[in-house]
């Protein structure tokens, strides 16, 4: 009988770990990014956060969790004022996790019109253009639970072996 109980705890804490860890989340992502270069001054900040839920190498827009850009104009003279997108201003982003790069960002919110890939600003008739540099991309990680998960219930697997084994002496 104590075979078969060590035999048990001993399978089903192997089960447990390769089932946790077989079950690893998508890819996810948390980054700060900036553009600089456009007339007049003014910079671009902004915050994005996703998932690769599909497992494609790829954030799209039905997988971001946050996105939020600020326009700061330098001074009054820029032709576009200081504004701020949401992810509801959100419409189009692909996010290469094998290049680390936005292959697409362009958010609205039907005043002004944000284009990173291109490096344009529009409201109406006033564009803000100029020698924009590319997105520059800063990681925030965000720590993989998985192993710690993995690493908990075997404690707790070991604690209860440990608890059962003393119990029958």
């Not at 002004?112 to 409201?123: L, R």
Request: charged content about 10%; overall charge negative.
């Amino acid at each position: 009988m104590k075979n078969l109980t060590n035999s048990l705890a001993i399978a089903t804490t192997g089960i447990t770990l390769v089932l946790g860890l077989s079950n690893a989340p998508a890819n996810a992502l948390n980054l700060n990014f900036t553009q600089l270069g456009w007339d007049n001054g003014g910079t671009v900040s902004g915050v994005f956060a996703g998932q690769d839920n599909d497992g494609n190498g790829f954030i799209s827009l039905n997988e971001v969790s946050t996105y939020m850009m600020t326009f700061t104009a330098l001074n009054s003279t820029s032709t576009i004022p200081s504004f701020t997108h949401t992810l509801a201003n959100l419409e189009s982003v692909q996010f290469s996790l094998e290049s680390f790069s936005f292959d697409e960002l362009s958010s609205s919110d039907n005043t002004y019109d944000y284009d990173a890939i291109v490096g344009i600003i529009f409201v109406s008739n006033n564009v803000q253009t100029g020698t924009v540099e590319s997105l520059a991309i800063a990681p925030k990680p965000v720590p993989e639970t998985n192993h710690l998960t993995a690493l908990l219930i075997f404690g707790i697997s070991g604690c209860l072996h440990r608890q059962l084994m003393s119990s029958k002496k």
